[in-house]
């Protein structure tokens, strides 16, 4: 196969500078559904993707929509290519391996009907050996936590002035940088309660946002953190701890949290116990292949956390859509209309605001007289 190669690095976004019969060349882990139909749309010959197209992590249908529409995939060519080709180079395909000018310049794998057939097979076993350990440990966990989880137990409680207000519960995870910034102002707005989870503290505090809590595990808390002047609860499963020096250093009094399961889970955990109207988590996984990725623990942690909070929690993104606001521009116009007008008519009551609108209107008069002379 002989065409001309296309960068389209981004996968679906950039797919709109690709051409008919273009051989395009993307960075696509885990090939999706949309990616693979925006290609399919711009009718491209062949795909060479930097990446693995399947990596194993869940069943993925990107590789099939390509084979569905006739186009060629080879997967896994290396991030060499980018180097080694530029956007309009002439190249010839020839069992994975990429040509230029007959000199080899990449090699990878061509994507058959055997080989997505196993890679597909294999990433649904893989998933669901996940779900089953998920169901496993989380009733362990839930059967372990049974008290904290069913009836609140052992659950601080903060500060008077912190309770029944709206939590952001802040974790440095994901994409927590986007989520945070996106929702910003309406924690302004809202006088939400800022909780760092662990190094989501100072996250919190490299963008000036100051926490009203922060809380971990005595080794995950900073002692930035810790003179954060913010609320501090320590989470350990004997319901002891050995930081006394470190607390007496930053003059900070701590709260024990006695409870297994990951930080962020029970920070969640706090702030709906402590009646959290609504709890914001930022930095939370987005979709299913995200969550399964953590560790076995935390998976079941935070799943049966989730089932417990269901009522209140949600993820910043969806907080950061309904709190988006899109004026119209009439409004705009018209409050800008109203002031010119307001301008207008006090400069009217002013001396010399009359003498410019009487020489106005002579000059009114004169150009219409003059008009209807020309009719």
Known sequence: ????????????????????????????????????????QRKVRAVLNAAESSTGRYPNSGPQVLADAGIALVDHVGAGIWTRLRSGDTVRIADGKIF?????????????????????????????????????????????????LLEGARVPRLDAKLRGRPVVVVSRAYQWEHDLKAIRRWIRDSGAVVVGVAAGADALLETRIKPDVVIGHLQDLSDRALRS?????????????????????????????????????????????????????????????????RGTADVASS???????????????????????????????LILLAGVLAVVAAVGTTPTGADWYAVLGERLADLRTWLEGLL
Do not use: C, Y
Not at 7 to 27: P, W, Y
Not at 245 to 258: G, I, K, L, Y
């Open 303 to 333: 799943f049966v956390t989730r089932l417990r909070t269901s009522a209140t929690l949600v993820d910043a993104h969806a907080v950061a859509h309904f709190t988006r606001r899109t004026m119209p521009a009439w409004p705009v116009l």
């Open 1 to 40: 196969m002989v065409g001309v190669v296309r960068f389209a690095r981004a996968g679906d976004g950039a797919a709109k500078s690709l051409r008919a019969g273009d051989i395009a060349v993307v960075d696509l882990p885990d090939l999706d559904r949309a990616q693979a139909d925006a290609l399919v």
């Open 100 to 148: 230029k000018n007959e000199v080899l310049v990449a090699q990878g794998q061509m994507v058959d009907d055997a080989t997505r057939s196993e890679r597909l097979g294999a990433a649904e076993r893989e998933l669901a050996t996940k779900l089953g350990s998920l169901t496993a440990n989380a009733s362990d966990h839930l059967e372990r936590e049974r008290a904290l």
């Open 229 to 293: 002047g913010a609320d501090v609860v320590v989470v350990s499963p004997s319901g002891r701890t050995d930081g006394a020096e470190r607390f007496e250093r930053a003059h900070v009094d701590v709260t024990v949290f006695q409870a297994t399961g990951s930080a962020a889970d029970l920070a969640i955990l706090l702030a709906d116990a402590n009646d959290a109207p609504v709890v914001v988590e930022v930095g939370a996984p987005r979709g299913l292949v995200e969550f399964l990725e």
